[in-house]
């Protein structure tokens, strides 16, 4: 029987729904149940492809290539359950939906209105693709008391209606705030919040409130008084230093027991958290520290990044030291010298992106490691840019770029326009749309027996996820390889270029898939293993 749990957030946003809900997937893990998360965004948008990373933080890309809130990110990072298409849904795809199907004439000529046609759809997408699964954790992004997220509010009321209390749990999300002048906490917003829920129909059963030191229990009879919850059910969502702390914290409050309390469930059983424990060991006791520098383009939000910066976390655990991250803009390359900026680290990384801004920055970034010989990681754009840096600047191509910015006399990058995938070819064009044109998801990669990359998988091929438009221009590969760039990594069918390296470097590798995305603190990628110990060697010879 599988049971459903609808987390829900008010107050303010940014209170954390995402690390909630993997938290207690985490949980419900270590207490032997089967777990799948889900997220259902309030915006127009279908997918998030097309947002600036400005407005919504990186895009997190699934193995069946679908384009997801970052929150998808947490929930693999601390249960290992890869992410689908069906774990991912917004109101933009579900209005597409509806309307398709009121084109076809699938409603028989009725009125199509919000209730049911629109909650209808939210229902069926919840529970869509359900196997084995003991547990659905349902996260409703935005805040209670938007407009947008009314339709799917009220699916979720309907659908606890549906299943009853032994198959559905609400649990929401409030800010319990500290007034300095007053010098105490405030309970009223949480009972505001509660208001508004209970307004829509909702009566949570276990409220988690975010808090940033302890929650007295005279606080928590009074929120539960007011709020028509059981005192046991006012959990403290306390304030931690690492994230991977969360998992323990939550249990120490008694979330997951009163999860099992609420569907009849066993309450004694002890569980093993001793593996999130060695995590937390680690990051808060480090035998030494690396500083990374990461050239981006979005460096003003961190989120932008988030998958990337947790790989880098992961990699630090590995190898037991902090990795203290220097985020740089990579467009003031461009108007001061890259030395007074990077002399001082151990690794740079170059991330994704897209567009001309900063690229010329980026490239000198890849230039400074390879001549310094300080270890470098270029992923996806990042790999590109290393690419045309070696052909301007050993290969002598004068004007080498990406068709991405424009004409250019040496297109060592440009628009691939067909590729496999599986049994089916996929084409696109300069004209296509923007939104889901790109190769997206797992594909494999075959990789050069004795090469770096070989050895750092310590596998003949591999399968990673990839989200660009614009592939490395195989043409190039043999004047490229001269220059001592080697293409260590190539599609099956030896079209696509994957992974270059620079065998005599200290570590130089670019890839053009996103291995961040696969990374987990109890499984840290073998790249990102790989490339901050290299950054640790290089941190004695500094």
């Not at 690390?19 to 419900?28: E, I, Q, T, V």
């Not at 407009?147 to 309907?158: C, G, H, T, V």
């Not at 992961?314 to 037991?320: D, E, K, P, S, Y």
């Not at 754009?381 to 250019?408: C, D, K």
Request: proline share 5%.
């Amino acid at each position: 029987m599988t049971r459903f749990i609808f987390i829900t957030g008010g107050v303010v946003s940014s209170l954390g729904k995402g690390l909630c809900s993997a938290s207690l997937g985490a949980l419900l893990q270590a207490r032997g149940y089967r777990v799948r998360l889900r997220k259902l965004d309030p915006y127009l948008n279908v997918d998030p492809g097309t947002m600036s990373p400005y407005q919504h933080g990186e895009v997190y890309v699934t193995d069946d290539g679908a384009e997801t809130d970052l929150d998808l990110g947490h929930y693999e990072r601390f249960t290992g359950v890869a992410s689908r298409f069906t774990d991912s849904v917004t109101t933009g795809r579900i209005y597409s939906n509806v309307i398709a199907k009121e084109r076809r004439g699938d409603y028989l000529g009725g009125t199509v209105q919000v209730i049911p046609h629109v909650t209808d759809a939210i229902k069926e997408f919840i529970q869509a693709d359900i196997s084995d699964e003991d547990f659905i954790l349902c996260e409703i992004g935005g805040t209670v008391g938007d407009i947008e997220s009314l339709p799917f509010l009220e699916a979720i009321r309907q659908l606890g209606n549906e299943l009853g209390p032994e198959r559905s749990m609400f649990m929401h999300l409030t800010l319990v705030p500290y007034i300095s002048a007053a010098g105490e906490l405030k309970t009223k917003p949480t009972q505001h919040s509660v208001k508004e829920l209970l307004g829509l129909g909702i009566q949570p059963d276990v409220l988690m409130c975010r808090i940033d030191r302890p929650l007295p229990d005279s606080d928590r009879r009074k929120i539960a008084l007011f709020c028509n919850v059981r005192q046991e059910a006012v959990i403290p969502a306390l304030d931690v230093d690492t994230i991977y702390q969360v998992p323990v914290s939550y249990h120490e409050q008694g979330l997951d027991e009163q999860v099992c309390r609420h569907f009849k469930l066993p309450t004694d059983k002890d569980i093993d958290l001793s593996g999130w424990k060695q995590v937390v060991e680690r990051v808060r006791k480090p035998e030494g520290e690396v500083t990374i520098a990461i050239v981006g383009k979005y460096v003003q939000l961190k989120d932008a990044y988030k998958s990337l910066s947790e790989a880098l976390e992961h990699g630090g655990i590995a190898n037991n030291v902090h990795v203290k991250l220097d985020w740089i803009d990579s467009e003031i390359f461009e108007r001061e010298d890259v030395v007074q900026h990077l002399e001082h680290v151990h690794g740079i990384l170059v991330p994704g992106g897209f567009g001309e801004r900063g690229a010329e920055g980026k490239i000198k970034a890849a230039q400074f490691a390879r001549e310094r010989n300080v270890p470098y990681f270029g992923i996806c754009f990042g790999m590109q840019m290393a690419v045309i840096e070696a052909a301007r600047n050993i290969a002598g191509l004068t004007g080498a770029s990406t068709t991405e910015f424009g004409e250019t006399p040496h297109p060592v990058v440009g628009l691939m326009t067909e590729w496999v995938r599986g049994n089916e070819v996929q084409r696109r064009t300069h004209t296509s749309d923007k939104g889901g044109t790109m190769r997206l998801g797992a594909y494999p990669c075959v990789l050069t027996p004795g090469s770096k990359a070989a050895d750092i998988y310590g596998a003949p091929s591999i399968s990673e996820r990839h989200r660009h438009r614009y592939e490395v221009n195989i043409n190039y590969k043999e004047r490229l390889e001269k220059t001592g760039l080697k293409f260590c990594g190539m599609s099956p069918d030896g079209v696509l270029p994957e992974m270059v390296e620079y065998p005599d470097h200290a570590w130089f590798i670019g890839v053009q898939f996103h291995p961040e995305l696969k990374s987990k603190p109890f499984e840290p990628h073998p790249l990102f293993t790989s490339f901050i110990e290299a950054a640790v060697t290089q941190s004695r010879l500094v």
